[in-house]
């Protein structure tokens, strides 16, 4: 058997070929595959508009200015995400006003927001995490009750749909990002998607060092940031977006193949499934261990079986950097216990089934053992 990994990407010849093409051209930056990159990805999502970008953390940076969220203000978001969903704002000096989680989807739970929400609040940073969308409606509701902004950040999210609708879609500013263990990569990239023509414009100048439309190279309307996608990236992005559909299904599967094996194991409780309103996009394949197993214990037997795994994903307010906020262990149980007992276990476009019978072959055994 080949080495197992935790998320490598999946690359081809075309994906090669469209690189080489780029750096044969000479034109490496600010040219007709990032035109086209953003068209195509507005159109696959379902926006009217699309910025690329350098990274998802610079797209929700971008959100955060183009929302108006300033120095002192505070902004509702998950204590269980990726950190940049938080930096993106800290970047500006706002605070953060954490909510605990639903302990079945591991989104933001709608129903704690109102009770955090003060005259300083500006904005709700909602996370669709591990691809699965957060509870939309709702949030857009409470938003509008009390003229909050909203901005999703939907990384590991791409080709997810909530109510039948892509993210992407749904009328406020959204962020996808595309590193090599997401759905689909540029390597490093990310875009922010948006209807707002006027929001569009002006993210459009501040990733390109606050310059107008008219592309004035020295000319600068306001303080901006190089926070470019290159030629080079963008043409890795189309030849990947247009085998998304694909990769999407693919990922379907191999969830599947996790689930058939993993479902009726004692002590493992799986991802929430698909329903109505919500279609997960696969990221990642997270189990939950109950409370009386060793997760490290589990991880370290994993690994001398030759199966990578990663604790997914610790709370951020625990973070060492966060401790001048003042956050404390308990100030969120839902997410601390979750980011306690998760694990990512290898998940991957072109996993094979005989690989994914193998790790659940050895993680059932190991769980068995009673660590």
């Known amino acids: 058997m080949k080495k197992i990994l935790l998320g490598p990407p999946s690359l081809d010849q075309k994906d090669i070929d469209a690189v080489m093409k780029v750096l044969k051209s000479g034109q490496l930056s600010l040219g007709k595959q990032t035109e086209k990159f953003e068209a195509e990805l507005a159109q696959f999502a379902g926006a009217r508009y699309a910025a690329a970008v350098s990274s998802g953390t610079t797209a929700l940076h971008l959100a955060v200015i183009a929302s108006g969220i300033q120095a002192g203000d505070e ?3 998950s204590p269980f995400s990726f950190v940049a969903s938080t930096n993106c704002f800290l970047y500006e000096k706002a605070r953060p006003k954490f909510v605990d989680i639903d302990p079945d989807s591991f989104n933001l739970d709608p129903n704690k927001i ?52 892509r993210l992407g879609s749904l009328g406020h500013p959204t962020v996808f990002a595309f590193y090599p263990n997401k759905q689909m990569t540029t390597a490093e990239g990310g875009a922010l998607l948006t209807n707002d023509q006027k929001l569009y414009q002006l993210v459009k100048g501040l990733l390109n060092q606050g310059r107008g439309s008219d592309m004035n190279w020295l000319r600068h309307l306001y303080l901006g940031y190089n926070y470019r996608l290159t030629e080079i990236q963008a043409a890795l992005g189309r030849s ?16 599947n193949w996790y689930r058939q094996r993993l479902e009726k194991v004692n002590g493992l409780t799986l991802l929430k499934p698909n329903d109505r309103q919500h279609r997960r996009s696969w990221f990642v394949y997270v189990v939950r261990l109950d409370k009386f197993f060793n997760r490290d214990r589990v991880m370290k037997r994993l690994l001398s079986a030759g199966i990578p795994t990663k604790a997914y994903l610790p709370s951020i307010h625990l973070q060492p950097y966060m401790k001048s906020f003042g956050f404390k262990p308990g100030d969120f149980p839902v997410a601390e216990a979750v980011s306690a007992s998760t694990l990512a276990l290898p998940f991957y476009t072109d996993i094979t089934e005989n690989t994914i019978d193998y790790i659940c072959q050895k993680l059932v055994k190991i769980l068995k053992s009673k660590l």
């Open 75 to 77: 902004v509702i978001t």
């Open 114 to 165: 109102e009770a955090v929400i003060t005259p300083k609040t500006k904005a709700i940073i909602g996370v669709d995490i591990f691809g699965y969308p957060a509870e939309w409606a709702t949030i857009i509701k409470i938003a509008r009750r009390h003229h909050l902004k909203i901005i999703e950040d939907a990384a590991e999210a791409l080709g997810a749909e909530y109510q039948g609708k």
């Open 240 to 255: 990947q977006l247009a085998k998304l559909p694909a990769f999407l299904a693919k990922r379907d599967r191999a969830a």
